[in-house]
């Protein structure tokens, strides 16, 4: 696609439920990276994919958290048994070359309730 | 891990006014962008700029690789420039961004 597509705009969920978050990057791109930005806050890195494998999964915060990738396209990012401390932006982000010329999504606004 | 501040951390300015944002980082990087994220969150990429001075418009930044910092100027500040604007960088054999503080700016009429 044009740009990189993040899927669904908002979620709110109740405190102990699992969400799937979705991200579609832009066609071709091989690597492919999760954020979180906090209310207020700057962006934290959570996962990054290279193809379909995930070379760096040192952001991810818990054992709740987890993110796959298939096809070398479209990744999905799991949290199980949601916090209200997991409210926050999830950006994703896709790259031709990993580390270079990042492109991000409009983000999922997470809401734990 | 590499630190990576901004400064300053809040701005305002009167639409028209000229503003330098910086960026200081701890460590040497194979990578330096600078992002807007606009009032409805949207991460723009503003220059991709490890080295040296680039120009968009209104826009330019340099960075000082051996001496560790980036530059943002913006020009004849308009009222679309609010948000926040952060540098990011990549060092090492890593792939991720790291991302400073960010630079709330606030341009009025």
Sequence with gaps: GAGVSQSPSNKVTEKGKDVELRCDPISGHTALYWYRQSLGQGLEFLIYFQGNSAPDKSGLPSDRFSAERTGGSVSTLTIQRTQQEDSAVYLCASSLVEGFGYTFGSGTRLTVV | ?109
């Design chain 2, 1 to 109: 891990g590499i630190q990576v501040e901004q400064s300053p951390p809040d701005l305002i300015l009167q639409e028209g006014a000229n503003s330098t944002l910086r960026c200081n980082f701890s460590d040497s990087v194979n990578n330096l962008q600078w992002f807007h994220q606009n009032p409805w969150g949207q991460l723009i990429n503003l220059f991709y700029i490890p080295s040296g001075t680039k120009q968009n418009g209104r826009l330019s930044a340099t960075t000082v690789a051996t001496e560790r910092y980036s530059l943002l100027y913006i020009s004849s500040s308009q009222t679309t420039d609010s948000g926040v604007y952060f540098c990011a960088v990549v060092t090492g054999t890593a792939s991720k961004l790291t991302f400073g503080t960010g630079t709330r700016l606030q341009v009025t009429l």
